[in-house]
């Protein structure tokens, strides 16, 4: 039975779906964020295209992408937005947010929390369900992109334009787009990708062997979603809606971020007694360092004196957690 376990963890909330003592869907939420589903007070700021699109300056701070604009509104007139999509990480400069007009009032967001229901809280005491069910393992394929399967491999890139995955592997050409199909479905429903989607599956001549790699994704891949039919090059296109960015996105944006929280959670569960040694790349201790409330929350759970060493040479990902006497 399925069962879905969240997380309250310092810098992050976090969620995942467990099926089989695996994770089967996975997210994570950084606080501050605008959610999708917030109402709040904005204004237009620019008028891009007559009649259906603008920019708003938003209450809170920031601007969103308004689209359709109301018949009527002028730049400079106030109004209500509601974000229908989260501002999303890119090289080069963020998207942002998405939204439309509304007449309903001011609202935050649905939380991680709210948005998955009824949840088993998962704390910092006792055995690691989250780790047990390859917590860090999802955590190093959504910041790499590499994703096995047996007889071959995922390997996932995140463009403007859509999140793509190649399928590689030594199977026959027709046993290894159904394999691959259905790996891409289940890191797809695993990473929380959404948007545009394309998976490059081996060419495939033959018409039944092209429906049999589609229908192996229907089978795994969650409704609703559109897709395409596989073409004679093996290329197939997925279409989900999208509200927030995929854990790829949020991971790969801050590399160093995501270490840091990652590492936190580590000194977290640390089991024993004295002072806790957190060490370090230089620039995940600086990260750690310049969030006071992260080691003061670290701190207080523990009970322990936090030392937070940057150590050069150190990867990003490979800081260290152990205690010490004081």
Do not use: Y
């Not at 309903?104 to 055995?127: K, N, Q, V, Y």
């Not at 790829?248 to 590399?255: G, T």
């Not at 995940?284 to 992260?294: G, K, S």
């Amino acid at each position: 039975m399925a069962e879905w376990l969240h997380e309250e963890g310092i810098g992050e909330d976090r969620a995942i779906l467990v099926e089989g003592d695996r994770i089967v869907e996975a997210a994570i939420e950084l606080p501050g964020r605008l959610r999708a589903g917030s109402i709040v007070d904005a204004r237009l700021a620019a008028i891009l295209i007559p009649g259906r699109r603008g920019i708003a300056a938003l209450g809170p701070g920031g601007e969103a992408l308004i689209e359709p604009l109301p018949p009527g509104l002028a730049e400079g007139a106030a109004f209500r937005a509601e974000i229908v999509r989260e501002a999303l990480p890119e090289e080069g400069r963020a998207k942002l947010p998405k939204a439309r007009a509304t007449e309903d009032s001011p609202r935050a967001g649905p939380t991680l929390a709210e948005r998955i229901g009824t949840f088993t809280s998962h704390g910092a005491i006792g055995p690691d369900r989250f780790e047990a069910a390859g917590w860090s393992e999802l955590l190093d394929e959504a910041m790499r992109g590499e994703i096995g399967f047996p007889g071959g491999a995922l390997r996932m890139s995140l463009t403007p334009a859509m999140t793509l995955f190649d399928v590689d592997g030594n199977l026959p050409p027709a046993e290894l787009a159904c394999v691959g199909a259905a790996a891409a479905a289940r890191t797809i429903r695993r990473l929380g990708i959404k948007g545009s989607i394309g998976i490059d599956l081996p060419t495939l001549p033959g018409r039944g062997e092209r429906q049999a790699a589609a229908a192996a994704l229907d089978a795994l891949l969650p409704q609703p979603f559109e897709r395409t039919a596989v073409n004679g090059f093996g290329f197939l296109q997925v279409v989900i809606r999208r509200e927030r960015p995929s854990l790829p996105e949020l991971l790969q944006a801050d590399p160093v971020g995501a270490a840091a929280r990652a590492l936190l959670r580590r000194a977290q569960r640390c089991e024993g007694h004295g002072r806790l040694l957190v060490q370090a790349a230089p620039p995940v201790a600086a990260r750690i360092e310049a969030q006071p409330d992260w080691l003061e929350r670290l701190r207080r759970e523990t009970g322990a004196e936090i030392a937070l060493q940057g150590q050069p040479g150190l990867a990003i990902s490979a800081g260290h957690v152990q205690r010490s006497p004081s």
